[in-house]
């Protein structure tokens, strides 16, 4: 069955060449991204038809209906299927102010791991309005607080907010062991991550685009897939 990030499946209804007249700050994040792209053997679209029912539809805490999406890298690397895009929405919740936001949005397909709850883990970086939108987003789920007793755990909390349904707490201790807690507390650049069914998605800010960003989300993101299969037996 081809993935559903599929290059060969959007081609013919890619729209707009990269070389499309853009102003300074478009053009220098649409190069960033195609670099990316080149250098981690993904192909790159500025942008997809929305007409396109093959099209790649990145979810998650992100999405708006005011959403615009672009700079698409999309393909298999490390023997996992993913797309990266860069996210432009604006964020509104009843009763908080509207913020407006850019971020590299990176989705990768899990390969064992099918089925599994929703768990997200967001960082400081996100705003009450975010936290509100994601906590009324689904039934059942609250603010998590892991076993204090376990080693770096403190820091875990720290830089981290766990939000899931109490019922799945045996999947989440099943998921995330210590040494996992420990490498994801010590990380120097944290990223949010949304895990559910067979997909994991994985966002930070990317009002300052840069390579080492781009780069960096996406080595966190094949280390936490293959962390996440590996503990599915």
Known sequence: MPSKWSPTRLKKRASGVYYRVGGSDTVRRRVILTDFASKHDLVYFHSVSSDDDHAPVIRGATATVNQRDSNFCIGTHAGYDMALIERAADMRFVGFEATAHKWYVLEIDLKRARNLPFIFLGTRQLTKAFYAKVLTSRRNIRYIQLDSS????????????????????????????????DAIAAHKHPFTVEIEGDSLIIFTEADKPSAQLADKLLHYGLWLAKTIDEQIT
């Open 150 to 181: 376990q080693k770096d755990m403190n820091a875990f909390h720290g830089t981290y907010a766990l939000i899931a349904s109490p019922s799945e707490l045996a999947t989440i201790y099943r998921l995330f062991t210590h040494d996992v807690i």
